[in-house]
C-alpha cells in the first residue's frame, strides 16, 4: 500500500519558519516527479512547488518564490519544504504529491493532473 504522510505543519507567526517532510512508503519515487500544493481556507487547492527526481530542477509558485524550497531525499523516499518569512495567506493544509510514472531527469510539473499519489495533508497556520 502506498502512503504518502506529512509532517512539520504547525502554528507559527509572521516571519517565522517551517519545515514540512514527506515521507513515501510502499514504493520508490525515486524517479519520480514530487511536488506540493495547498489549500487554504475557501480556496482551491493550488500549486506550491515541484522537484524533478534529479533534484536539479524546480519550479515554484510567484506567490512563495525566494520564501520556499523544496529538496528531496530519494534514499529516504521524502521531500521537503522549508518555509521562510511566512506570511497569513500562507495559511491552508499543505500536500504533497508524487507521480506514479517514472520521469526524465529534467522534469518538473506544477500541474495536479501529473501526480498520481497524494498525502492527507498538514495544517499550517500563521497568525500575524
Known amino acids: 500500500q502506498v502512503q504518502l504522510v506529512e509532517s512539520g505543519g504547525g502554528w507559527v507567526q509572521a516571519g517565522g519558519s517551517l519545515r514540512l517532510a514527506c515521507a513515501a512508503s510502499?514504493?520508490?519515487?525515486?524517479?519520480?516527479?514530487m511536488g506540493w500544493f495547498r489549500q487554504g481556507p475557501g480556496k482551491e487547492r493550488e500549486f506550491v512547488a515541484t522537484?524533478?527526481?534529479?533534484?536539479?530542477?524546480?519550479d515554484y509558485s510567484d506567490s512563495v518564490k525566494g520564501r520556499f524550497t523544496i529538496s528531496r531525499e530519494n534514499l529516504k523516499n521524502t521531500v521537503y519544504l522549508q518555509m521562510n518569512s511566512l506570511k497569513p495567506e500562507d495559511t491552508a493544509v499543505y500536500y504533497c504529491?508524487?507521480?506514479?510514472?517514472?520521469?526524465?531527469?529534467?522534469?518538473?510539473?506544477?500541474?495536479?493532473?501529473?501526480?498520481?499519489?497524494w498525502g492527507r495533508g498538514t495544517q499550517v497556520t500563521v497568525s500575524s
Open positions: 522537484i524533478s527526481w534529479s533534484r536539479e530542477h524546480t
Open positions: 510502499g514504493r520508490t519515487f525515486a524517479r519520480s516527479v
Open positions: 504529491a508524487a507521480s506514479g510514472t517514472f520521469s526524465p531527469t529534467h522534469y518538473y510539473s506544477s500541474s495536479e493532473d501529473e501526480y498520481d499519489y
